[in-house]
């Protein structure tokens, strides 16, 4: 399979830019800085983790954006073994004035606006400006810098954004349903907290840190076996 063609008219777009270095430069650095990123997406989890007035309920939501991360990966797994399509910089080598920051082969679907619009939704039980904040954030800065870096396609996007919609509610339809949520957000065993601090330490990291793992498990399996 390919992009579609209005993804190569963004691309395309995208290439008369590519000569500026200063903006290469800048684009760069801040689609790979976590500051920019998944910081900006873990602030308000971690905020919401330690409200003492609402405790039970903010937990609680924190276990749906949790399982729905899970969900969402397992979903764009799936998709990966069916549609696979190099990131746009890896495409055009002869477009890109630098490396892809896409450490996948196929660069769809987007696993960042997976795991980005997810925790987006969850914050709106909070508030719903801080949702519609996020998302901006997410669809207005993150992505478009990860686009004209060469990382994604905008089609990788948007379907990394209906991914995301459609696996937090059904984590939510799960969690509603499972009655060892309720004791799970009654909790306040150290162990679960930590759980949850290494996660949104994660969510701020993009999940770098365990898409490097995979991948290096992936390599030695290859190799070795």
């Known amino acids: 399979m390919q992009p579609t063609p209005f993804d190569w008219r963004v691309i395309h777009w995208i290439s008369r830019y590519q000569s500026n270095y200063a903006l290469v ?8 800085n976590s500051l920019v990123n998944g910081f ?19 937990q609680r939501r924190l276990l749906i954006v949790l399982l729905g991360t899970c969900i969402g990966a397992a979903i764009s797994l799936v998709f990966q073994q ?6 746009p910089a890896a495409a055009l080598k002869d477009v890109f004035a630098f490396h892809s920051p896409n450490k996948n082969t196929s660069s769809f679907p987007s696993d960042s606006t997976i795991l980005f619009s997810i925790v987006a939704i969850g914050a709106a039980e909070w508030n719903s400006a801080i949702m519609f904040g996020l998302f901006a954030w997410l669809l207005l800065v993150v992505e478009p810098l990860k686009i004209f870096v ?5 089609t990788d996007v948007l379907a990394g954004l209906l991914m995301g919609i459609i696996s937090f509610f ?7 349903r499972v009655r060892l949520s309720e004791a799970l957000s009654a909790s306040r065993s150290g162990l679960l907290q930590f759980v949850f601090l290494l996660w949104l330490f994660e969510v701020a990291r993009e999940f770098g840190d365990v898409t490097d793992l995979l991948h290096s498990a992936a390599h030695i399996f290859q190799r070795h076996l």
């Open 25 to 32: 430069d800048i684009s760069d650095t801040l689609s790979q």
């Open 150 to 154: 060469g990382g994604h396609y905008p």
């Open 40 to 58: 900006v997406f873990a602030l308000p989890l971690f905020l919401f983790w330690f409200r003492d007035d609402r405790r039970q309920q903010a």
């Open 170 to 176: 059904i984590s939510e339809w799960i969690v509603n």
């Open 82 to 87: 069916f549609i696979r399509w190099p990131p």
